[in-house]
């Protein structure tokens, strides 16, 4: 637990907290890995991609010595392995405070009479099944937890779809609907008291990593999000009081 004053405050620092990361093998996964790793927490990442998480979770690892960071391949499109991770980990820590939700995806068009469905049925699995999945796994460990934060990574085209973005922005809309009715659980439980646990929403215009400022030195990635900005706000949703942040979109980037 974090010191007395911190966690009355925010409803629990991330000292002692145990958190699960989807999609934790990408670039913004590392650096979420990263920066829990170092506000003490006990981090478990998730990915598909079995080389690319061991190399995040070693990285984490190396640079927090003593930072405890595991890692698991889960098929989040399966809802019975999502449960049996979530039940992993608390058995495993005896708590769990935490799930990022990381996985991305994105297929766009050049206009809107260009749209392959393809793309939407690709986008409703990697956006929209794995929030379902995770979601409907951890709820309940989170809802225990006296600090429990679900924290999805929106992006702002789901409040301004252009015309391109058709099967990405609806998918991306539909998982913020997903999470605002899982807040809306964590409001009722809460009772009159208010909230305990939260589910909360970060919006980016798009991300931006040192590898692609290194392939496109002339770009300006004008609004994008660095994801080592988007993991200080995700470490930043546990430093504020659940009734707070829950059911709310926190924007990383200007408002439409």
């Known amino acids: 637990m974090g010191s007395s004053s911190t966690a009355a405050k925010g409803n629990g620092a991330l000292d002692g907290a145990v958190v699960a990361v989807a999609g934790a093998g990408g670039p913004a996964g590392r650096a979420a890995l ?21 190399e995040a979770v070693d990285a984490a690892r190396y640079a927090h010595g003593g930072a405890t960071v595991t ?4 098929d989040l499109l399966d809802l019975a392995a999502a449960r049996a991770w979530a ?17 991305g995806g994105w297929r766009g068009s050049q206009t809107f009479t260009k749209t392959d469905l393809d793309d939407w049925d690709l986008l409703e699995k990697l956006l929209i099944r794995t929030v379902q999945h995770t979601s409907l796994a951890f709820h309940e460990a989170l809802q225990r937890s006296d600090r429990g934060r679900y924290v999805l990574i929106s992006a702002a085209g ?16 539909a998982a913020e609907a997903w999470t605002l009715a899982m807040a809306d659980y964590f409001r009722k439980a809460g009772g009159e008291q208010g909230p305990t646990s939260a589910a909360a929403i970060l919006v980016v215009k798009a991300l931006v990593h040192d590898a692609m400022r290194a392939e496109r030195p002339n770009a300006k990635f004008a609004g994008f999000t660095d994801v080592k900005d988007l993991a200080e706000a995700v470490a930043g949703v546990w430093e504020q009081p659940a009734a707070e942040v829950n059911g709310n979109r926190l924007w990383l980037t200007e408002k439409p």
Do not use: C, M, W
Not at 37 to 47: F, I, K, N
Not at 87 to 103: A, C, K, N, S
Not at 159 to 173: F, I, L, V
């Open 87 to 103: 039940d992993r980990i608390e058995q495993d820590f005896g708590r769990v405070d935490g799930l990022v939700h990381l996985v």
């Open 34 to 54: 990263l920066r829990l790793a170092e506000a003490g927490a006990t981090v478990v990442g998730s990915d598909h991609d079995p080389a690319k998480l061991a």
């Open 158 to 173: 789901a409040s301004q779809p252009t015309a391109g973005n058709a099967a990405y922005s609806a998918a991306k809309a």
């Open 71 to 74: 890692g698991e391949t889960v």
